[in-house]
């Protein structure tokens, strides 16, 4: 994150309130009045790579950051909780999918920044494959606050640029590579 950017969240100290904040590195943020210290250190995400013989599962986001740009059903990792129960607990929010643990393949992970309200958030991706021969997309369930539609799209016709984070197109490149 950019200092200008951590300045402009944090213009005074959120334990005493005094405007001595001080912002050292690109996440440390010290306030001078009282001893505050707190690091805006990087968030944790995860993303199912859901492949059958049809193609990848993606989806189209309903919401920013992103709106209307296809992504890969996953997201934030909550406080006590392990990667796993995130991506499981994303899949039945998001496309009412279960996503069987033993069947979770880690492939890798790749930095990432996500923009939301105006703040800038480091997050690190964590991704996991899903092989299965078919999968029938009528039979999910998408969440319409955060989905518009799901589609089974061949490795070889997918558009990075249509792609909505940068960790997600580094990965399916990854994947039509490897796979």
Avoid at 107 to 122: A, E, G
Avoid at 152 to 174: G, H, M, Y
Wanted: charged residues 25%; negative net charge; glycine residues 6%.
């Amino acid at each position: 994150m950019q200092i200008d950017e951590l300045q402009a969240v944090f213009r005074c100290c959120p334990c005493c309130g005094a405007e001595q904040v001080v912002i050292s590195g690109d996440h440390r943020i010290y306030c001078s009045a009282c001893g505050f210290e707190y690091f805006h250190n990087v968030a944790t995400a995860v993303g199912a790579l859901i492949l059958t013989r049809e193609g990848l599962l993606l989806l189209e986001r309903a919401k920013d950051p992103a709106r209307g740009k296809l992504a890969l059903p996953g997201g934030f990792v909550d406080p006590g909780e392990s990667l796993e129960e995130a991506l499981s607990r994303e899949c039945m929010e998001e496309i009412g999918w279960k996503a069987e643990l033993h069947r979770m393949e880690y492939l890798c992970s790749f930095p990432n920044t996500y923009r939301y309200k105006d703040i800038l958030y480091h997050t690190c991706d964590m991704f996991f494959l899903f092989r299965q021969d078919s999968l029938d997309i009528t039979m999910l369930y998408s969440d319409p606050t955060e989905v518009t539609s799901l589609s089974l799209i061949p490795l070889e016709k997918l558009q990075l640029e249509d792609l909505a984070f940068e960790s997600t197109r580094k990965v399916i490149e990854l994947l039509i590579k490897t796979y």
